[in-house]
């Protein structure tokens, strides 16, 4: 079983819908959760970090289910400029472990917004 | 200018020959990586460095070595290049207190 698994996609969707990516993670010791965006032949980017509490940042949405080792991100109100790969990654070290700042990816989620 | 960089940008190369990846930041950071990219596989990580004497392999290590030559410096080298070891190869960065990598814009590796 990998690590991190998300749906690879793709998923194509018009301008203005919302839309919804889910991961799950191997490792219950798992202490960190991000998304991260990369745009087609480029580098990865930070999207935001997921808390326990969920959280929100404009349009974007994480949520963290730690009883189902789950985590999602909710993208409401799609634009074009959404279109891109979205990584689930995942840190299972604890701050001052050996292996901190150490992130596992998952294999990413396409997502295509069309006019 | 870009605070994380890598040269080459695209190579191709045979099989057999040595080959080094090299990367370059301007952030400050103790931590380096380097992953590879393949269709379908996502990112793995090759090796990471904590600090300039603190080197540690990943998931996927075989046939790669590193070297870090300072703390803004951290190079990949495949000894003796083979095809399956064709894809998108990143670096990045991170400080010590953050989980936030930062990547290079990529090195796009084809052994023939």
């Known amino acids: 079983r990998k690590e991190v698994e998300q749906d690879p996609g793709p998923f194509n969707v018009p301008e203005g819908a919302t839309v919804a990516f889910n991961c799950t993670y191997s490792?219950?010791?798992?202490?960190?959760f991000f998304w991260y965006r990369q745009d087609c032949r480029k580098e990865p980017k930070l999207l935001m970090s997921v808390y326990s509490s969920g959280n929100e940042d404009g349009r974007f949405t994480a949520q963290l289910n730690r009883a189902s080792q789950y985590i999602s991100l909710l993208i409401r109100d799609s634009k074009l400029s959404d279109s891109a790969t979205y990584l689930c990654?995942?840190?299972?070290?604890?701050?001052?472990?050996?292996?901190?700042?150490?992130?596992?990816f998952g294999q990413g989620t396409i997502l295509t917004v069309h006019p | 200018d870009a605070d994380v960089t890598q040269t080459p940008r695209n190579r191709i190369t045979k099989t057999g020959k040595r080959i080094m990846l090299e990367c370059s930041q301007t952030k400050g950071h103790d931590r380096m990586y380097w992953y590879r990219q393949d269709p379908g596989l996502g990112l793995r990580l090759i090796y990471y460095?904590?600090?300039?004497?603190?080197?540690n392999k990943g998931e996927i290590s075989d046939g790669y070595s590193v070297s870090r030559q300072a703390q803004a410096k951290f190079s990949l080298s495949l000894e003796s290049a083979i095809p399956n070891q064709t894809a998108l190869y990143f670096c990045?960065?991170?400080?010590?207190?953050?989980?936030?990598?930062?990547f290079g814009p990529g090195t796009r590796l084809t052994v023939t």
């Open positions: 990654v995942v840190n299972m070290a604890v701050r001052g472990g050996t292996s901190y700042g150490k992130l596992t």
């Open positions: 460095s904590f600090d300039v004497k603190d080197i």
């Open positions: 990045a960065t991170s400080d010590r207190d953050s989980y936030e990598q930062y």
């Open positions: 490792n219950s010791a798992s202490q960190s």
